[in-house]
């Protein structure tokens, strides 16, 4: 079946600039979760959905910030102007029920870069 | 609060040598361990991962106990392959009151030469 999908796979942008990135899960995962990850750093957790409760958004670096996600699939990250500090690859990962035992499935991620 | 921290890479080992990469954690409760993999070119796919004590996870050869009397859950293969070449991450994910977070060491590369 299919995976986890993220567009765009790459998206260069001017400081201050708005930019949303779009992640598909896989269908039936209840639990999406977003990430950064910086050149020589590990994962950062940034903001974690499960089903229909309030987000986890305790890893959100700034109120630039937000993410939501529309009937329960789809998601968008959002990040307002944009500074370079925040070029990274952002990535995607669902698993079936949010569990701590469950396998996150990611997605490929989107490389951004701030100008 | 919850931690990970594994060994720093790089790491260059020959074909057919043993890998040993270190991971240790930090948690108030009863994680669940993992290790992921991230092939070049290609996103993080789960490797191997152990859910209590004592247990043992394995795959392709890798395996790694969750040891709880150390907190650590050191990844090893007896052989390594060119197609072992990647980055590693040790992960720990626990149940909270505002539901789970997994935390991510910092990646370990390796590099397998013929």
């Known amino acids: 079946g299919a995976g986890v999908s993220q567009s765009p796979s790459n998206k260069v942008t001017e400081k201050g600039k708005d930019v949303e990135l779009r992640c598909d899960p896989i269908?039936?995962?209840?639990?999406l979760y977003w990430y950064r990850q910086s050149l020589g750093q590990g994962l950062e957790f940034l903001i974690y959905?499960?089903?229909?409760?309030?987000?986890?958004k305790s890893g959100l670096p700034s109120d630039r910030f937000s993410a939501e996600r529309t009937g329960g699939s789809v998601s968008t990250l959002t990040i307002q102007r944009t500074q370079q500090e925040d070029s990274a690859v952002y990535l995607c990962?669902?698993?079936?029920?949010?569990?701590?035992?469950?396998?996150?499935?990611f997605g490929p991620g989107t490389r951004l870069t701030v100008l | 609060g919850n931690s990970v921290t594994q060994m720093e890479g790089p790491v260059t080992l020959s074909e057919e040598a043993f890998l040993t990469i270190n991971c240790t954690y930090t948690?108030?409760?009863?994680?669940?361990l993992f290790w992921y993999v991230q092939y070049p070119g290609e996103g993080l796919q789960l490797l191997l991962k152990?859910?209590?004590?004592?247990d043992k996870g394995s795959n392709k050869g890798f395996e790694a106990t969750y040891r709880k009397e150390t907190t650590s859950f050191h990844l090893e293969k007896g052989s390594v392959q060119v197609s072992d070449s990647a980055v590693y991450f040790c992960?720990?994910?626990?149940?909270?009151?505002?539901?789970?977070?997994?935390?991510f060491g910092t990646g370990t590369s390796l590099t397998v030469i013929p």
């Open positions: 959905f499960q089903g229909n409760s309030a987000p986890d």
């Open positions: 152990a859910t209590k004590a004592d």
């Open positions: 269908s039936g995962h209840t639990a």
């Open positions: 948690a108030t409760g009863y994680p669940s």
């Open positions: 992960a720990l994910s626990e149940s909270g009151n505002t539901g789970n977070q997994f935390y």
């Open positions: 990962a669902s698993s079936l029920a949010g569990l701590a035992v469950d396998t996150q499935y």
